[in-house]
């Protein structure tokens, strides 16, 4: 009977030693997160969306603006252009990204196209609290950055986020609250280069289009400014697809684009 209980002790210590090995293995990472969110919400070979931006200092508002964003991807590369379609003042500014860090905007009061210098993507995009940079988390795009899981409870994960290459980064790093339910991201706050909160994005009423699923607004809070930007996305279409010569400092000149 001895022997029996010692044996039957040691298979379960065999399988709680297996178990362990087991499930450390099997543990989530950072990168295991931002690829789900990835996937759950930036998974789309092509979008087209209008989305309104307003920005506001303090509670007055400053600015109402309406864009058109054209996104699409081939293989690692991602281009995107953004063109603006009202107030008057802005009509057919555009901004466009064609990937691997080549970035050009348009002023049509100066009828010339300029090309974007890595330095000036930290700087404000056309007055919002995002910078050029900080577009890319409006598709859920943080290749640019190394993940590193920080808390993880039965509802969320937290996630930190700092830039690949150190010299060029507009952040110390940014933290990014992920929701296990549904793998949204449901806030991403930033710390300056000083290591101060400076901004919070979030994103609210996550809607689902066909496969797809993309929340109905955004803001981005600069808390040290006291400003705000908020945009509202109209109905987006997914994998439509889109002409090559759409992501060209040609058609970024045109006042309105054809698609």
């Known amino acids: 009977m001895r022997k029996f209980r010692s044996a039957w002790a040691i298979l379960i210590l065999v399988v709680t030693i297996i178990l362990g090995t087991t499930l450390a293995a099997m543990a989530i990472t950072g990168q295991d997160v931002v690829d789900r969110v990835k996937d759950e919400y930036g998974d789309f070979q092509s979008q087209v969306v209008t989305m309104k931006i307003r920005t506001y200092d303090g509670a007055s508002l400053v600015t109402d603006r309406e864009v058109v964003l054209l ?17 008057k003042d802005v009509e057919g500014v555009g901004l466009l990204d064609q990937g691997e860090e080549v970035m050009y905007m348009y002023l049509p009061e100066f009828h010339k196209v300029r090309r974007i210098a890595g330095s000036a993507k930290q700087g404000s995009f056309m007055g919002t609290d ?128 054809r698609y």
């Open 71 to 87: 996104t699409q991807k081939s293989g690692d590369v991602e281009r995107s252009l953004v063109k603006f379609q009202s107030p």
């Open 130 to 257: 995002f910078t050029y940079n900080d577009l890319s988390f409006i598709n859920y795009d943080t290749s640019d950055y190394a993940a590193k899981l920080l808390d993880e409870t039965d509802e969320i994960c937290e996630v930190e986020l700092r830039e690949k290459n150190p010299k060029d980064a507009s952040y110390e790093k940014v933290l990014m609250t992920v929701r296990k339910s549904d793998w949204f991201p449901i806030k991403v706050v930033f710390y300056n280069t000083d290591g101060k909160l400076q901004k919070e994005l979030t994103a609210y009423d996550v809607t689902a289009y066909g496969k797809y699923r993309y929340p109905q607004k955004l803001v981005m809070v600069d808390i040290l400014a006291n400003h705000r930007t908020e945009i509202l996305v109209g109905e987006p279409e997914f994998d439509r697809e889109l002409a090559d010569d759409i992501f060209t400092t040609r058609t970024l000149q045109r006042k309105r684009i």
